[in-house]
């Protein structure tokens, strides 16, 4: 059995390449389709995260839009979204290149490369207040806001640099999967990004780590 | 002040590059223009100089977002810049538009809008993040490329920076140029305003937020969006597919609902089979565009698309993302992609002469866009090209070009449908007169060609333009083609309100025909009188285009403008005051959306993809989102209203521009072919687009009336200026003789 240990070290090695066909797109979220349906929900478990393939990303950036509206105060912006899209967006996970018409990014060769929380243990680990906790029902590593003092250390120490500390009121600001209903799932046009279980996360995560290499 | 509503970001910089001083100021003095566009206009209104033209010191040029951008609200990422325009006669004022990050970006950084002042003396680019605003030095960035422009300056800013830069030809006072941001977005005529004043590029870090109104929860917002992904279609509001789907009760040729089976990203890494893309699977919305096949033919499509892409917060990606090996390979390009949507392809098509889909016509697009694009050219909506492939046709070149500038020219490569013909062209336009030789063909396509005709479309000697000759003479130009006798105009002398093929609409505007009378008959042919440019108005389209029969649309179009206000596309009736409506509407919608700002490529939606609610869209969507957004309950009438106050702002400051109060005779005038046109036929005939004079006269009756404007001139009346807030505008017109009696 693949374990989330060795997924998050990056240790599964499955093939890719798979042709993504209409009948797969939106088969995990499975979200609800007709005008003013009721709000769809997209399953979590525990033992999950959420991916984007980057085959699939269009760039449109409502995820981070619908990220900023599902938590507190309804404030737009890629710094209070939990999911980065824009760090990445016109040149690619490594910044301008001499050769930055071959790396990724819309300047590049148009993929983008979207960075989500892996909902592994390192900010977890670091924050000296105890403050990020799992939640058992969804497998998240949260934050406790009445213990997050804004040291950055999470931020800092972040494998995929998705933690921001909000400018205003001094608080991480990272991933936790909407309590279980991730908003940013089920706005993607296009069904790029999706909550998988650690089992079926290696191929999508390999996937994905394929394109934070420089070209 | 402006923290007591969401969606403005509530402050203004002025950016004065004589004296290098920048400032803020607040937007909650442009509120009642809602944003956007109408800060443009008030801007431009407020500083008013006599008689300068675009490339004076003393023009501005305002780019501004309005209060949706950055919000999140559904294909809010359109960013307005307002101008004197050197493509148009007496440069008259224009908006050009771009999407992309841009807007937003701006708004996160704390500002609605930028306005440009003055001109220094040296490059500079203007540098914003967040509160810290400079101008900093753009001598090692003048004469780069765009793309290397942008590249250039994220390096220095940080790769999150969003840019917008003019290229060479807005350095070179290129009239038919662009300012352009990441990804091939481009607006229109404003390049060499830039150029004028030396500012390169503008590059934004915004860390801040757009604030929603306190009011308004997160579940109202969400909510919203997934009422309108009910209803959206596809791109220009496509809303059933273009092919039969299993789950479609109707298909038409004419949406741009493109996704579909038989529809690949071929050119993905793992090529994505797009499949069936059911109005209902929200996760395929991003996937039912999908229109390469639109600009490449489906074969082409299906190996060269990558993915669609496009605006912040637009679902709907009408963007095309391409990929072309043979851009390296065999035109040696540093880059194998091209990003653009419609004339950012069609255009070196169009001026190659429109040959059939295959991998010429691929190669002439992905590699004219990508010289067009680096370059910042810009084809006023085909004009350029237009003019390029008619003079070709015409053998007109080699009478206007000197004999050794003619020979220098690979024509042979033109005929042979060689891209690599590609290069030299654009390089000619762009570089104007720093191209070797004397480069009258860049020079002149470049220039405008208002600059070129006289009143009766008659072209002048090109050269005596470009040497500003002060009694220059005529090109003595004539009809000699063969379908010219059908017109009996074989041995007349050319002008270019006859030709057809040259497509200028509006004799004012000498821009390309946008969405005129072979759209919607009058509509669209009302729609070209009164912008100063190609309207860039998709208000009509989005619904006579939406691919629902014919019926449904005319009884949707009765329902909101009363009967007879569209007619089936090609037999046309009279004219009536339903279609005088409708075309108001159109024009009140365009310019809401522009200053909102808000995509009018998808918007309104007055018809949905929903069997359920009988194809019936939803036309307040925008006034629901500025009421969630601003904490500001507007109603739909509230909101058209303000839009039509800045529609008004608009007409008045022409008038001002031109200081003519004969708008009627000396802007609303139309080109003689789209009366001629289809010799054989009559206005009304099935199957022809043909209009006719006595019926448009009719129809600018009856539109000024809907306007509220003087008949006989075409000008707002004091009493229509009054109702909508102008008062002061009457003031001034009055005072300068320019108000009707």
Redesign the interface.
């Known amino acids: 059995m693949i374990t989330r240990r060795a997924l998050l070290a990056n240790g599964a090695k499955v093939a890719v390449g798979t042709v993504y066909g209409g009948t797969l797109v939106g088969f995990l979220t499975g979200c609800g389709s007709s005008d003013d349906a009721e709000t769809p929900i997209v399953e979590v478990i525990p033992g999950g995260l959420m991916v984007v393939n980057p085959i699939l990303c269009v760039g449109c950036r409502r995820c981070e839009i619908a990220c900023s509206w599902s938590h507190e105060k309804s404030a737009v912006s890629p710094s209070t979204s939990r999911i980065k899209v824009a760090k990445n967006l016109n040149f690619g996970p490594h910044g301008v290149q001499p050769n930055y018409q071959d790396q990724r990014g819309e300047q590049g060769d148009s993929t983008i490369v979207p960075s989500t929380c892996r909902q592994c243990d390192v900010c977890m680990t670091v924050c000296p207040q105890e403050a990020i906790s799992v939640n058992e029902e969804t497998g998240a590593r949260v934050v406790n806001d009445d213990l997050c003092v804004g040291c950055g250390y999470c931020a800092d120490k972040c494998p995929q640099q998705v933690i921001t500390i909000d400018k205003t009121t001094r608080k991480s600001l990272k991933c936790d999967l909407c309590e279980g209903s991730p908003n940013c799932a089920q706005v993607c046009p296009t069904g790029a990004i999706k909550f998988y279980t650690w089992e079926d996360a290696i191929a999508e995560v390999e996937l994905h780590e394929k394109y934070l290499e420089l070209v | 002040m402006t923290t007591t509503y969401?969606g403005w970001a509530g402050y203004i910089l002025r950016v004065n590059l004589t004296t290098k001083v920048i400032t803020k100021e607040t937007t909650e003095t442009y509120h009642d223009y809602i944003g956007g566009m109408g800060i443009g206009y008030k801007v431009l209104w407020d500083d008013h100089v006599d008689g300068i033209k675009a490339t004076d010191e003393e023009n501005q040029l305002v780019i501004s977002a309005g209060p949706l951008s950055?919000?999140?609200a559904i294909c809010s990422a359109r960013t307005t810049i307002t101008s004197r325009n050197p493509v148009i006669r007496n440069h008259l004022i224009t908006d050009g538009h771009f999407g992309g990050?841009f807007s937003p970006e701006l708004k996160?950084a704390g500002y609605d809008a930028i306005i440009i002042e003055g001109k220094s003396e040296t490059p500079v680019w203007l540098k914003i993040v967040d509160d810290t605003v400079t101008l900093e030095p753009a001598d090692s960035l003048w004469g780069v490329g765009i793309?290397d422009t942008?590249?250039n300056i994220?390096?220095l800013m940080?790769?999150?920076?969003?840019v917008a830069a003019i290229g060479p030809s807005g350095e070179h006072l290129v009239a038919q140029s662009t300012i352009q941001t990441?990804?091939g977005h481009s607006a229109g005529g404003h390049g060499a305003v830039l150029g004028s004043k030396k500012l390169k590029a503008i590059g934004i870090i915004?860390?801040?937020?757009?604030?929603?109104a306190?009011s308004?929860?997160?579940e109202q917002?969400?909510?919203l969006?997934?009422?309108i992904l009910?209803?959206i279609g596809a791109n220009n509001n496509g809303v059933v597919p273009n092919q039969p789907q299993s789950w479609a009760e109707y298909s038409s040729t004419g949406s741009r609902w493109r996704g579909g089976p038989g529809v690949t990203w071929g050119a993905?890494?793992?090529?994505?089979?797009?499949?069936?893309?059911?109005w209902?699977?929200?996760?395929?919305?991003?996937?039912r565009t999908s229109m390469a096949e639109m600009y490449f033919g489906r074969d082409e499509a299906n190996k060269i698309f990558?993915?669609?892409?496009?605006?912040?917060?637009?679902?709907?990606?009408c963007f095309c993302?391409v990929?072309n090996p043979k851009m390296k390979t065999e035109y040696n390009l540093?880059?194998?992609?091209i990003?653009n949507v419609c004339l950012g392809f069609l255009d070196p098509w169009y001026a190659m002469g429109k040959p059939s889909s295959g991998e010429k016509r691929t190669d002439i697009q992905t590699v004219g866009a990508y010289y067009m694009d680096d370059n910042g050219i810009w084809s006023a909506y085909g004009q350029l090209s237009h003019l390029m492939r008619e003079f070709t046709s015409r053998g007109f070149w080699e009478i206007i070009l000197p004999a050794e500038e003619f020979a220098a020219i690979n024509w042979a490569q033109y005929a042979d449908l060689d891209a690599h013909f590609m290069q030299d062209f654009y390089t000619r336009i762009a570089y104007s007169e720093d191209y070797p030789g004397s480069n009258i063909l860049g020079r002149c396509l470049g220039r405008g060609l208002h600059e070129f005709i006289n009143e009766n479309g008659e072209l002048y000697n090109v050269e005596d333009i470009l040497n500003e000759v002060d009694t220059p003479r005529m090109a003595e130009l004539t009809f000699e083609l063969e379908s010219d006798a059908d017109y009996d105009l074989v041995g007349k002398t050319y002008s270019v309100f006859l030709d057809k093929n040259m497509k200028v609409f509006n004799r004012s505007m000498v821009g390309g025909v946008h969405h005129a009378s072979e759209s919607a008959g009058q509509v669209g042919a009302l729609l070209n009188t009164v912008f100063n440019r190609d309207p860039q108005c998709h208000s009509h389209i989005n619904l006579i285009n939406c691919g629902l029969p014919h019926a449904k649309i005319a009884e949707v179009a009765a329902s909101l403008w009363g009967e007879g206000a569209f007619d089936p596309v090609k037999h046309y009736t009279a004219m009536n005051t339903s279609k005088a409506k409708f075309a108001k509407w159109c024009l009140v919608k365009n310019v809401l959306h522009d200053s909102l700002t808000l995509c009018n490529w998808m918007f309104p939606l007055v018809v949905?993809p929903?069997a359920?609610?009988d194809y019936i869209g939803d036309s307040s969507i925008e006034a629901q989102m500025f009421s969630l957004v601003t904490g500001i309950e507007t109603s739909e009438a509230e909101l058209d209203a303000m839009a039509e106050s800045v529609l008004q702002l608009h007409r008045a400051l022409t008038v001002l521009q031109m200081n003519e109060i004969d708008q009627r005779n000396k802007h609303d005038v139309l080109s003689e072919w789209v009366y001629d046109l289809d010799h054989d036929m009559s206005f009304g005939d099935e199957g022809t687009i043909k209009m006719d004079r006595d019926d448009i006269q009719i129809g600018l009756d009856m539109f000024y009336a809907e306007m509220g404007w003087d008949k006989e001139t075409g000008v707002p009346t004091r009493a229509t200026l009054e109702k909508f807030k102008l008062g002061y505008v009457a003031d001034k017109l009055e005072s300068l003789a320019l108000l009707p009696a």
Request: charged share 25%; glycine share 16%.
């Open positions: 969401g950055g919000s999140g990050h996160f793309f942008f590249a994220s390096k940080g790769q999150q920076a969003q990441q990804g915004g860390t801040g937020t757009v604030d929603i306190e308004t929860t997160n917002l969400r909510a969006d997934d009422h009910g209803i993905a890494d793992n090529p994505v089979d797009v499949g069936e893309t059911p209902d699977d929200r996760q395929k919305v991003g996937m990558k993915r669609p892409g496009g605006c912040h917060s637009c679902p709907i990606r993302e990929k540093p880059t194998e992609n990003t949905s929903d359920n609610r």
